[in-house]
């Protein structure tokens, strides 16, 4: 009797075991913010756990939160479930943290593909909306914020009280298909000589002529140049043409380089006309990297970088110092009190620039050219004395100090023109762009400046920074400029990029030799406006962002610390066969002629009949296919087809009856020149 009560006993406390343990597995709850959130991706700054995308507490409508992520759209945050989800529950709206702006978002929860829930359209003010999804058998949850119709601009975003009810105990794991792994595709440069840089160089007829004869291959190395006209003359030690041309013409140089290796050999124009920046400007701005801690001692070591890193040998160019060598007018900083002006309205640089002959003629002495920063307005971005009402006095003093190029930032000149106060200096303010959206008014500021410069005896060239404002691009060239910034700034973000890339294809038709496109500086190696880290482009997004600023023949300016320059940074900036796409003579910018769902083919037409090729994966699924549509891409007939990043030759097309083999990674790309046979 005792052994079957014994049995009764086990048998009742399994049952009982097995009923609590069920109950509690049943019972669990995951919170979002328990998972990794780096993973996630957002249109600035980086995932935040419990705070704000600022850093602070989690606020919306007033009503604060202690749980959740924050972030910024555009966002994507993907989450493995593996079907062991029964419920998703959250709060979702916009921080308060952006009062004052006009921010607009829309949440939306994806499951394997589909949608099953969002939020609509939500702006600044909007109680938190309750999100409740079933998610029975879903193995991949999506959460998604896109912007609300009128950009990202302030879309500081929040999931708050977010958790996970599941049917068991289980781990979910957050996860991003952009692969993270850092890999080179370019040889490095041969021994022997090979000439690089630009093959065209246009000159105003009595401007001083400075243009670098640059090459790859061991030093030392000598040049030479036949055909060189009456006026100019070369350095055989540094390949630095100098002089002065006085007369109008078309002349057809021979350069020559030659080592202990070999001698190269290569055709070179110049242009003596109306017209200068016959390519894209390639070079560095300070922004990106120190914003407003800039000085001339860092400006001095980025033109040393640039020659040390031997970026100087594949055409990089201009050393471009941006806001911040102006005093301020507030700052706490003692380094940019001071005076504005002297009693004639000439600028005063701060102290951190004593002499700006005296740094204009260290980076002329590199072989390089340097550039400046300024604003229509009465302040520039950042608050610093920009040029209004003192612009004839400006260009005379750049050009006085020995500069090469001018940024015109609009800023605070929006306010300026609409009798509003003048101490508003951020140009996403809601004041700062009034006036932008008319032609005339937008144009009167730029075609003033572009006049005083051109009437320096320098050729200075001029960026008209504007944001694609009244299409830019349309009159941008008619004013003076030799580029135009077509979007908002970019920050080292693949939303970012994505959406300024997209953005393209409007103002493509305007670009040619002297006028170009300019969707804003390169946001590759470490970057952070002052706060440095390395760009959070994943290496497939910095191939793609590279390969896209060549297709689309833009200014190449680079943000990074350049001192701070690793392999892989360097052999993005290296690629002569990817910048010659940038350079070509030729001036036309690539447009989308093929879209096969998230695949998107430019084609770029070069000056010698070939076409260069991006194929841009801007989807989360990898793609693979035997791509044959080739008369899409203005292709008919033979082709050889060149990987640009690889340098190699890959395959012989018929465009008639062949197909080429395309494997894209998520984000990334394939550059590739085809080449007729016949």
């Known amino acids: 009797m005792m052994n079957i009560n014994k049995l009764t006993f086990v048998s009742i406390l399994i049952t009982v075991l097995n009923f609590v343990g069920s109950n509690s597995l049943s019972a669990q709850t995951v919170w979002l913010d328990e998972l990794d959130l780096s993973t996630a991706t957002q249109g600035y700054g980086v995932p935040m756990k419990n705070k704000s995308c600022d850093g602070k507490t989690l606020t919306i409508a007033g009503e604060t939160f202690d749980r959740g992520f924050g972030s910024h759209s555009e966002s994507l945050l993907t989450i493995l479930l593996e079907g062991n989800a029964k419920l998703f529950t959250a709060k979702v709206g916009i921080d308060d943290e952006v009062k004052g702006q006009r921010p607009a978002a829309e949440f939306i929860v994806n499951g394997d593909g589909k949608q099953l829930w969002a939020s609509g359209v939500m702006r600044l003010g909007d109680a938190a909306k309750p999100c409740t999804v079933k998610l029975d058998g879903v193995k991949k949850l999506e959460l998604l914020v896109t912007d609300g119709g009128n950009g990202n601009y302030y879309d500081h975003v929040d999931w708050v009280d977010a958790k996970f009810e599941t049917s068991g105990a289980t781990t979910f794991k957050t996860f991003n298909p952009v692969s993270s792994e850092v890999y080179i595709l370019t040889p490095k440069p041969a021994a022997e000589p090979k000439l690089t840089g630009a093959k065209v160089f246009g000159v105003r007829p009595g401007s001083p002529f400075q243009h670098l004869v640059t090459a790859t291959g061991d030093r030392p190395m000598t040049f ?229 410069l051109r009437e320096q005896k320098r050729d200075i060239v001029f960026s008209v920074c504007q944001y694609g404002m009244s299409d830019v691009w349309k009159w941008g060239g008619s004013v003076g400029g030799n580029c135009w910034r077509t979007t908002n700034d970019i920050t080292d973000t693949w939303t970012s990029m994505k959406n300024i890339a997209l953005d393209q294809d409007r103002s493509a038709p305007y670009a040619k030799p002297g006028n170009w496109n300019d969707p804003d500086m390169l946001i590759v190696g470490h970057v952070g406006w002052g706060n440095p880290h390395p760009s959070k482009l994943k290496p497939d997004e910095q191939y793609m962002h590279i390969s896209l600023w060549s297709l689309f023949a833009a200014p190449l300016l680079i943000g990074c610390d350049m001192e701070k320059l690793d392999d892989f940074t360097l052999n993005l900036l290296t690629n002569d066969e990817v910048i010659e796409v940038n350079q070509d003579p030729l001036g036309k910018q690539a447009t989308c002629l093929h879209a096969i769902g998230d695949l998107r083919i430019y084609v770029k037409d070069l000056e010698d009949g070939s076409k260069a090729v991006g194929f841009c994966n801007f989807g989360l699924e990898k793609i693979n296919m035997a791509y044959a549509d080739f008369s899409k891409l203005g292709l008919n007939g033979q082709f050889v087809v060149r990987d640009l990043w690889r340098q190699k030759d890959i395959a012989n097309v018929n465009t008639q009856s062949g197909k080429l083999a395309i494997d894209v990674p998520v984000h990334g790309v394939l550059l590739y020149k085809f080449s007729s046979v016949n």
Not at 255 to 282: H, S, V, W, Y
Not at 334 to 352: F, H, Q, T, W
Not at 409 to 421: A, E, F, H, R, T
Not at 425 to 430: A, F, G, I, R, T
Request: charged letters at 25%; glycine letters at 12%; one cysteine or more.
């Open 224 to 452: 030479s140049a036949k055909g060189l006209p009456k006026g100019l003359k070369i350095n055989k030690k540094t390949g630095l043409i100098t002089g002065v041309l006085t007369t109008k013409g078309s002349y057809k140089v021979t350069l020559f380089a030659k080592n202990a290796k070999g001698k190269a050999e290569r055709q070179f124009r110049i242009e003596c006309g109306d017209q200068i920046a016959l390519t894209p400007p390639m070079g560095w701005n300070s922004w990106n990297c120190f914003a407003q801690e800039v000085s001339a001692d860092k400006v001095k070591r980025a033109a040393n970088a640039m020659v040390s890193s031997g970026l100087i040998n594949h055409g990089w160019t201009y050393i471009n110092i941006d806001d911040f060598w102006e005093n301020h007018r507030d700052s706490k900083d003692p380094s940019l009190r001071g005076k504005l002006r002297d009693e004639a309205g000439y600028i005063i640089p701060n102290s951190r620039f004593v002499d700006m002959k005296l740094l204009a003629d260290y980076v002329h002495g590199l072989g390089l050219k340097i550039g400046l920063y300024s604003s229509p307005g009465p302040w520039t971005c950042g608050g610093s004395a920009g040029s209004f009402g003192y612009e004839k006095q400006d260009a005379e003093s750049y050009a006085k100090w020995g500069f090469d190029y001018l940024k015109y930032d609009w800023c605070s000149y929006g306010n300026v023109i609409n009798g509003l106060p003048e101490n508003d200096p951020y140009k996403v303010s809601s004041l700062s762009y009034n006036g932008g959206s008319e032609l005339e008014t937008a144009k009167k500021p730029f075609i003033e400046m572009g006049k005083l």
